[in-house]
């Protein structure tokens, strides 16, 4: 069957809408971040976010629609993220879209946001089955290993903190502001990408990940140097430009060595795995995007990393999901809640 789908995407803090076609592909993408509304916060603020997404969604789904060239009456389903998420958050998503498909007699589907941002790396690609994907971002990190559209299980996940969230926590330390991530890698480029003090790496066996164990030793190196007041969580070297840098390098080569280190034993456990994708807000990373495609070239194996903006949440891996759900009969009814 040819469908054209309208996606919704609310699970955090962006307000995102996209239209899909069988024949054309993504049609149109469109976003609005929150990213300003919460930075004074230092990180997402739940009913904030909530607040926002009820104030943009109109405008952010006719925008998507006018982009595309199309009005409602052309759309045939509306998929939207019903988990994981802030509950808030996807409830607006959820009860817009149910609202629509109600008013418009439209078919209604729902998506796992992480489900998205696995297959997000078919938006611009085709990686062959089965492969393994390395989802890395705010609220999760974990390897997948992915046989069919729909057809994934995950092979390793974090014990602790998201790959992200560790960026997020250890810039807050240094009052670098959230998210973190885009400025620690900032700092790490003016030093080389060097490692400076060898965080340690968790010597595990396993796939499973952990990052509370490095957010921990940067603060207490950061302690040790006197940069750091534990007491009163404060931190001292607001003017000391080189300690930012090297700490934030060694950092990022540590996550880089974890993570190319994961990738690594999985594709020992999945010989029969023919590609590996990064996606997920982490992957914007371009440090650590090259660490993952230089170790693939060296394993002989396919590398697909997406365009960033379909790395960070977006509608468009809403949609490709949505769309293969519907060729799939998997509708639901107005009965649908978020979980
Ligand atoms: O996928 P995403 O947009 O939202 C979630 O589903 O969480 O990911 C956001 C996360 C944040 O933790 C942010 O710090 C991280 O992705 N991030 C980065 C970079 N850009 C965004 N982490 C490392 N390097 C980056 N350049
Ligand atoms: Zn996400």
Same mark, same amino acid.
């Given at each position: ?28 993408? @469109? ?5 300003? #509304? ?21 405008? %952010?789904?006719?925008?998507? $629609? ?10 045939? @389903? ?39 941002? %696995? /297959?997000?790396? /078919?938006?611009? +690609? =085709? ?25 994934? *299980?995950?092979?390793?996940? =974090? ?6 969230? +560790?960026?997020?926590? @250890? ?5 670098? &502001? ?8 900032? #700092? ?16 595990? !066996? ?6 509370? &164990? ?10 040790? !140097?006197?940069?750091?007041? #534990? =007491? ?12 930012? *840098? ?11 060595? %974890?993570?190319?280190?994961?990738? *690594? ?12 994708? /990064?996606? &997920? ?6 440090? $650590? ?14 590398? %697909?990393?997406?365009?960033? !903006? /379909? ?14 759900? +519907? ?7 107005? =009965?649908?809640?978020?979980?």
């Amino acid at each position: 069957m040819k469908y054209r789908i309208l996606a919704i995407e609310t699970s955090c803090d962006e307000t995102a809408a996209a239209v899909y076609q069988t024949e054309r592909g993504v049609c149109s993408n @469109v976003l609005f971040s929150q990213i300003e #509304l919460h930075r004074q916060y230092g990180g997402v603020v739940p009913e904030i976010a909530s607040r926002s997404h009820i104030e943009k969604i109109p405008y %952010i789904v006719s925008e998507a $629609l006018t982009d595309a060239q199309v009005t409602l009456d052309d759309i045939d @389903v509306i998929a939207v993220t019903n988990r994981p998420g802030l509950p808030g958050s996807l409830l607006v998503g959820i009860s817009y879209a149910k609202a629509l498909a109600y008013a418009k007699s439209k078919k209604l589907v729902a998506v796992n946001h992480i489900e998205g941002h %696995i /297959f997000s790396s /078919f938006l611009e +690609a =085709t990686p062959p089955f089965p492969h393994l994907c390395l989802t890395a971002s705010g609220g999760h990190t974990s390897l997948y290993l992915v046989e069919d559209f729909g057809c994934y *299980q995950e092979i390793g996940t =974090t014990a602790d903190d998201a790959a992200g969230e +560790a960026f997020d926590k @250890v810039a807050k330390l240094m009052d670098l &502001g959230y998210p973190g991530g885009p400025r620690i890698e900032q #700092l790490a480029s003016e030093v080389g990408f060097q490692d400076f003090y060898r965080y340690p790496r968790l010597k595990k !066996k396993d796939l499973q990940f952990s990052f509370s &164990g490095l957010k921990t030793a940067v603060l207490y190196d950061l302690v040790n !140097k006197g940069a750091y007041d #534990l =007491t009163k969580k404060k931190f001292l070297a607001g003017d000391n430009k080189r300690l930012h *840098q090297e700490v934030a390098s060694s950092f990022l080569v540590c996550m880089g060595d %974890i993570l190319v280190d994961r990738l *690594q034993r999985a594709y020992s456990a999945y010989p029969a795995v023919k590609a590996v994708t /990064f996606v &997920g807000g982490v992957a914007c990373n371009r440090y $650590l995007a090259d660490r993952v495609a230089q170790w693939t070239q060296s394993a002989r194996c396919l590398c %697909i990393i997406p365009p960033r !903006k /379909f790395c960070t949440d977006n509608a468009a891996m809403v949609a490709f999901v949505g769309h293969y759900r +519907a060729q799939q009969g998997l509708f639901e009814d107005l =009965t649908l809640d978020i979980w």
